[in-house]
């Protein structure tokens, strides 16, 4: 069981850029996603996630309105669409699995509760 994270690089303020999360071993459909980031000397921060239903979504407070989020079932895939991108955006972006008996729920309040983490993907905005 595997997630790969991917997408990440370097970008001007105010580019953009896509992150993919692929999933090997395991189906995604049966679990929320969530997005995290941690930039250096901080604590991992959620920043956006998508229920198993495909339903709901929860943003952190510095992504609603710039970032999407977004599931390929048929490809096993979860996408991060960045826009408008700031220099505090830039860490290493994670994405991560978390089962709720709710198919229409996820948060990214809490990484504890996400069971299995992709290695992560470097992004970085120059200003």
């Known amino acids: 069981v595997q997630l790969q994270a991917s997408g990440g690089g370097l970008v001007q303020s105010g580019g953009s850029l896509r992150l993919s999360c692929a999933a090997s071993?395991?189906?995604?459909?049966?679990?929320?996603i969530g997005w995290f980031r941690q930039a250096p000397g901080l604590e991992r921060e959620g920043v956006l996630c998508?229920?198993?239903?495909?339903?709901?979504?929860s943003y952190a407070g510095s992504a609603k309105g710039r970032f999407t989020i977004s599931r390929d079932n048929a490809k096993n895939t979860v996408y991060l669409q960045m826009s408008g991108l700031r220099s505090e955006d830039t860490g290493v972006y994670y994405c991560?699995?978390?089962?709720?008996?709710?198919?229409?729920?996820?948060?990214?309040?809490?990484?504890?509760?996400?069971?299995?983490w992709g290695q992560g993907t470097q992004v970085t905005v120059s200003s």
């Open positions: 991560g699995l978390d089962k709720h008996d709710n198919i229409d729920y996820c948060q990214v309040v809490a990484d504890k509760y996400y069971k299995l």
């Open positions: 071993g395991i189906n995604l459909d049966d679990y929320a």
């Open positions: 998508i229920s198993s239903s495909g339903n709901a979504r």
